[in-house]
């Protein structure tokens, strides 16, 4: 049984937002607590001081969340059958008061001298750990990718792309896609937010892009897709808060496209029906054999998170929203074809929840299983005797009698603000980082390019990558893209990445160190590919530069851009 039908089991369809959210609070919580037996089995350190380390936490965390949920919290915990009422003394108490009065009351017999010296070890324990830094402060990740932006046309890239100018050797790239991000704004702020740091042009260029601007950009992609058969990929930021921009696409692309939205403008069923209309219209009146339209909405416990805020529970985009859209494709719009892309993470499975609500409101709904990989299980949640996972089912069908809804799942990477949570809250590829960190034979060609309403072009996604190839304002996709041919870096992601992580330790010797963080091979490369300085070192490395005079352009641009 796989996780999804172990959701299932779990909902009965009327848990309110406040179950959901102490379900996601108490599978962290369960999480964090087995975080910590670890280090401690690891470290082999004593068991004693591991619980109460524990302990401490619990009540930390729960003085955090609210008094109000300290009940169900402990109720929660029982399957570990601790005696954690007679540490309720904890609760208020700052984190020294609690940590003192944790010892006094496991330890009430000790003398005193050695209830201080339990309590040194307990606090240093709880430094080492950083468990006193428990949330999640996304300011600075945001910052230093403002910081990245700002660096795309910075000297040591241009002297980089220079250099690939010249490079004669060229291998075609094998591209499957080409996304546009119709607009970097967004009305959401989700937890695993890849680029939250690019809200408008006019914050990053000054200015406002005009109409006419984007056009030229759109028309420059949608014949670039065209000319090579590639699938057309809308993203964001959110596409729908540039209605006018995706109507315009729809209109004229010529190949597949795929437009990714999170349905939080279907909020309300009548103006949810009134956009669907306007967006089927403008597709309907496109002539091209070989186009076709997707709506791709994305659902996952990131965008569905319930929060708790001043008194009140609420969902970051109601689940009702997208009901709303699935309701719609079954009812009214029969042509539309719809896709549900979700995340793997270790919280509740929103897809569960919202079959439970799709069969609240009479229908009927199967799930038909295409895939399945073994290889990735995830986290089921709490059914009794602790944290149970099941393998994760990757692509499947809600099979609503003669419709189905396709239904995709996909990893959560570590790069924007997703780098800041913690490694048990999503399953990852981190064993295949190891292998590339290792230095195994391992291949990662680069099948799309990604375009931003600003006209930069990412080898890549946008979000990932902070290395422009070049500007559609400026210049052809095929010259760009001609450009990227000819790199030597993308040459090296493609054949031999492993070789750029060996290359970067001649000038970062701590690089392994801080890729092992990555999700996935590929997020590490992206990791790696930061900075314009480190592109440029190894960019000339690859290209037989001499190391001693390759790393001293390396330190003066890095002294240069990192001390202004």
């Known amino acids: 049984m796989h996780h999804l039908q172990v959701h299932l089991s779990q909902l009965s369809g009327g848990e309110s937002l406040e179950e959901v959210y102490l379900l996601d609070r108490c599978t962290y919580l369960f999480h964090k607590l087995a975080w910590i037996q670890e280090f401690f089995d690891r470290k082999k350190l004593a068991q004693e001081l591991a619980y109460l380390v524990m302990v401490v936490y619990i009540y930390d965390y729960i003085d955090r969340l609210g008094l109000r949920f300290a009940d169900r919290i402990l109720r929660s915990l029982s399957f570990l059958q601790w005696e954690l009422e007679r540490f309720r003394p904890l609760l208020g108490l700052n984190l020294q008061a609690k940590i003192a009065m944790a010892v006094a009351i496991e330890y009430a017999e000790r003398p005193p001298d050695e209830k201080e010296k339990i309590a040194e070890l307990v606090s240093t324990a709880y430094a080492w750990l950083r468990l006193e830094k428990d949330t999640k402060d996304f300011s600075q990740a945001e910052e230093r990718k403002r910081w990245l932006y700002s660096l795309l046309n910075s000297e040591p890239e241009m002297k980089r792309r220079e250099l690939v100018e010249g490079n004669t050797e060229r291998r075609e790239l094998r591209l499957v896609n080409i996304g546009l991000a119709v607009t970097e704004e967004c009305p959401n702020s989700c937890t695993f937010c890849l680029s939250p ?8 260029l000054g200015r406002e892009l005009d109409e006419e601007e984007f056009r030229v950009i759109a028309d420059e992609v949608i014949g670039f897709a065209d000319s090579r058969g590639l699938i057309l ?7 729908f808060l540039e209605l006018e921009r995706v109507k315009y696409i729809l209109r004229h692309a010529k190949t597949r496209t795929d437009l990714t939205t999170s349905a939080w403008w279907a909020r309300n069923e009548a103006r949810a029906k009134s956009i669907l209309e306007e967006v089927l219209a403008a597709a309907s009146e496109n002539r091209s054999e070989s186009f076709r339209f997707t709506l791709q909405v994305s659902l996952d416990a990131f965008h569905q998170e319930v929060r708790f805020e001043r008194g009140e529970f609420s969902e970051h985009v109601p689940l009702s929203a997208v009901a709303n859209v ?11 074809e719809l896709v549900l892309l979700t995340k793997l993470t270790s919280y509740h499975d929103p897809l569960a929840r919202l079959v439970r609500l799709l069969e609240g409101m009479g229908y009927q709904v199967k799930l038909d299983e295409e895939s399945v990989e073994p ?17 994760a089912l990757l692509r499947g069908y809600l099979n609503f009698g003669d419709r189905r809804v396709l239904v995709f799942y996909t990893l959560v990477e570590s790069i924007g603000r997703a780098a800041l949570l913690e490694e048990f809250e999503y399953p990852s590829l981190r064993a295949q980082v190891e292998e590339l960190l290792s230095g195994r034979s391992m291949r990662l060609p680069i099948t799309g390019i990604e375009v931003s309403d600003d006209g930069n072009v ?34 090296a992601i493609a054949e031999k990445p492993g070789e750029l992580v060996k290359l970067a330790e001649e000038v970062e010797p701590k690089v392994r160190e801080v890729l092992r963080r990555a999700s996935s091979p590929l997020a590490a490369v992206y990791m790696l590919l930061e900075t314009p300085w480190l592109r440029l070192y190894l960019t000339e490395r690859l290209m037989g530069v001499k190391r001693e ?8 641009y890095r002294e240069e851009y990192t001390s202004e």
């Open 233 to 239: 990929t809308l993203t964001g930021g959110e596409p």
């Open 549 to 556: 005079e390759a790393a001293e352009r390396y330190r003066r």
């Open 375 to 391: 290889g990735i299980p995830v986290s089921t949640g709490i059914p009794g005797k602790g944290i149970v996972t099941a393998p």
């Open 326 to 336: 699935v309701k719609l494709a079954l009812e009214e719009f029969q042509e539309l």
């Open 458 to 491: 990412y080898p890549g996604a946008h979000a990932m990558y902070t290395w422009s190839a070049g500007n559609v304002l400026e210049e052809s996709l095929e010259e760009i893209a001609g450009r990227l041919e000819r790199d030597p870096l993308v040459h």
């Open 197 to 204: 740091w690019k809200p408008s042009c006019r914050e990053r």
